[in-house]
Antibody
């Protein structure tokens, strides 16, 4: 069974940093591209970032480019999102998601971790 | 970037009725790489349909997708109580970024 378990969310002040992690199990992690998708309170879904199975290719939404960094450790089956210079508008539930390819459909989602940016 | 417009914003129906949800793209979606997701309160989204018309694993056959190019439809043939949720369409065929529609809330009448 595919399992994706996010961690690292919490309350952070504007301008601060946070690192999210996603522990994957139940599949060959390195064979799949991964993404982060977020959802602000009461709002819709917003794609944030994607990374290829090898980690060699990364992609970012314009809203986070230059502030967020996606990475993965295939030896530990872990996906990460380093978030710097956080803004109020980054407040959201962040979902880790498995996809068949970097531009492929999202097949599985984690349960999400809440990030709140507030002073 | 492709913009997806979902309609209606809210759909009020009764169990047993048929639901038709629309997703219109601002430009043609390559190879019909269009997906539909269901999200219930407090839960993560769940993949229902991909490639515009293929049902994901374990999805009941009352859910069907259709369309091509810029116009896509999700149909639920006979609503069950557990189907009342928010539904999102997503295009994923082009290089990132993906884009999602704003969602259709399906509520009990």
């Amino acid at each position: 069974e595919v399992q994706l378990l996010e961690s690292g969310g919490g309350l952070v002040q504007p301008g601060g940093s946070l690192r999210l992690s996603c522990a994957a199990s139940g599949f060959t992690f390195s064979s799949y591209a991964m993404s982060w998708v977020r959802q602000a309170p009461g709002k819709g879904l917003e794609w944030v970032s994607a990374i290829s199975g090898s980690g060699g290719s990364t992609y970012y939404a314009d809203s986070v480019k230059g502030r967020f960094t996606i990475s993965r450790d295939n030896s530990k089956n872990t996906l990460n999102l380093q978030m710097n210079s956080l803004r109020d508008e980054d407040t959201a539930v962040y979902y880790c998601a498995r996809r068949v390819a970097v531009a492929g459909r999202i097949e599985s989602w984690g349960q999400g971790t809440l990030v709140t940016v507030s002073s | 970037e492709i913009v997806l417009t979902q309609s209606p914003g809210t759909l009020s129906l009764s169990p047993g009725e048929r639901a038709t949800l629309s997703c219109r793209a601002s430009q043609s979606v390559s190879s019909n790489f269009l997906a539909w997701y269901q999200q219930k309160p407090g839960q993560a989204p769940r993949l229902l349909i991909y490639g515009a018309s293929s049902r994901a694993t374990g999805i009941p056959d009352r859910f069907s997708g259709s369309g091509s190019g810029t116009d896509f439809t999700l149909t639920i043939s006979r609503l069950e109580p557990e189907d009342f949720a928010v539904y999102y369409c997503q295009q994923y065929g082009s290089s990132p970024p993906d884009t999602f529609g704003l969602g259709t809330k399906l509520e009990i009448k």
